[in-house]
């Protein structure tokens, strides 16, 4: 069964620091695969999507199809980063999206 | 363009009430979506629907109800509410699924 697995159910960093979000996939065909934010008191947001390979507020995420991964990076956090991070995953013929469990990332000053 | 809208915010229901939340987009999108959000859980697919008068279940779609008479609603229908069902409410919605997904603010509802 497809699954999207976010192992971290919250990470810590200062302010500064380099971040990384995992996010591991299984799914035999080709995926297409997402990042979705939720800050404090705010509905769910779009940060990026694989095909576009676009950096949105200092985030990055590469598909590495061999490891089956989409995890999301930023060299230097913020502390306006501090959210709920969600990866999720859809393939067109099932008509599904299916998300992860979430990652709260939190930034120190 | 208000997006996805969703009512209400806020509703607490005793256990066996019915109820519906309501969900209405403006973009004219085929694809839209209930999902539930718990805490550990992330977000569960409850039912979704590719088009007016196609719906189909999610992961968790036991105890909830969906029509989609038009494109523009997706009402979803708790026909007996049971406290497990406790939970914040989020419908999205996209032009097809592959595309990005518009999600509303979300119902927080309460079973007592």
């Known amino acids: 069964a497809q699954r999207v697995t976010q192992p971290e159910k919250l990470l810590s960093v200062f302010k500064g620091a380099p971040v990384e979000l995992k996010c591991n996939y299984s799914?035999?065909?080709?995926?297409?695969l997402f990042w979705y934010v939720q800050y404090s008191r705010q509905r769910l947001q779009l940060l990026l999507r694989?095909?576009s390979r676009e950096s949105i507020k200092g985030f990055t995420a590469d598909l590495n199809k061999g490891e089956t991964s989409f995890h999301l990076k930023k060299p230097f956090a913020q502390e306006e980063d501090s959210a709920m991070y969600y990866c999720a995953l859809s393939w067109r013929s099932q008509g599904n999206l299916i998300f992860g469990k979430g990652t709260k990332l939190s930034v120190k000053p | 363009n208000a997006g996805v809208t969703q009512t209400p915010k806020f509703q607490v229901l005793k256990t066996g009430q019915s109820m519906t939340l309501q969900c209405a987009q403006d973009?004219?999108?085929?694809?839209m979506s209930w999902y539930r959000q718990d805490p550990g859980m992330g977000l569960r697919l409850i039912h979704y629907?590719?088009?007016?008068?196609?719906?189909d279940q999610g992961e968790v779609p036991n105890g909830y109800n969906v029509s989609r008479s038009t494109t523009e609603d997706f009402p979803l229908r708790l026909l007996s509410a049971a406290p497990s069902q406790t939970s914040v409410y989020f419908c999205?919605?996209?032009?097809?699924?592959?595309?990005?997904?518009?999600f509303g603010d979300g119902t927080r509802l309460s079973i007592l």
């Open positions: 799914y035999s065909g080709s995926p297409e």
């Open positions: 629907s590719v088009g007016a008068g196609i719906t």
């Open positions: 694989h095909i």
């Open positions: 973009m004219n999108h085929e694809y």
């Open positions: 999205a919605s996209s032009r097809t699924l592959d595309q990005p997904q518009h």
